[in-house]
C-alpha cells in the first residue's frame, strides 16, 4: 500500500516553470548555444542567485582542446547570457569591464 502510494506521488512529479532545476536547465542550453562545440560543453557550480543562475562551464577551443572552467551568469528574465571564455577569467578587471554580476563572481 506505501509503496502504490509512493509510486502514485513519483509519477505525478513534473517539471515546473521557474523552478530552479528548470532554470538551470536554460542557463546551460544558452550557455551550449555560444560555444565552439555545444555538446562538449562540461558545467559545475551551478546556483540560482535570485532571478540569475551563475555557474562555471568547460568549453572547447577551435583546436578541440578544453579551456579550463570559466564564469558564467544567465539572466532569467532577460535571457540574456554572459561569458567569460577569456583566459583571464579570475581576473576581476575583466569581470567587471564585462559587467559580469558580483554575485556570480565567486
Not at 506505501?2 to 505525478?12: D, K, P, Q, V, W
Not at 532554470?23 to 540560482?48: S, T, W
Not at 539572466?75 to 554580476?101: C, H, M, Q, Y
Request: positive net charge; aromatic residues 8%; contains cysteine.
Amino acid at each position: 500500500m506505501i509503496a502504490l502510494a509512493l509510486l502514485i506521488t513519483l509519477g505525478s512529479c513534473r517539471f515546473i516553470p521557474g523552478t530552479q532545476a528548470n532554470e538551470i536547465a536554460e542557463a546551460q542550453k544558452a550557455v551550449r548555444y555560444r560555444l565552439n562545440d555545444p555538446d562538449a560543453g562540461q558545467f559545475r557550480n551551478d546556483r540560482v542567485i535570485g532571478r540569475m543562475v551563475c555557474g562555471e562551464v568547460n568549453a572547447k577551443n577551435r583546436l578541440g582542446a578544453y579551456t579550463g572552467f570559466r564564469p558564467y551568469a544567465y539572466i532569467v528574465k532577460t535571457r540574456e547570457v554572459r561569458v567569460l571564455l577569456d583566459p583571464d577569467g579570475s581576473n576581476e578587471a575583466a569581470l567587471a569591464a564585462l559587467d559580469f554580476p558580483p554575485d556570480c563572481r565567486s
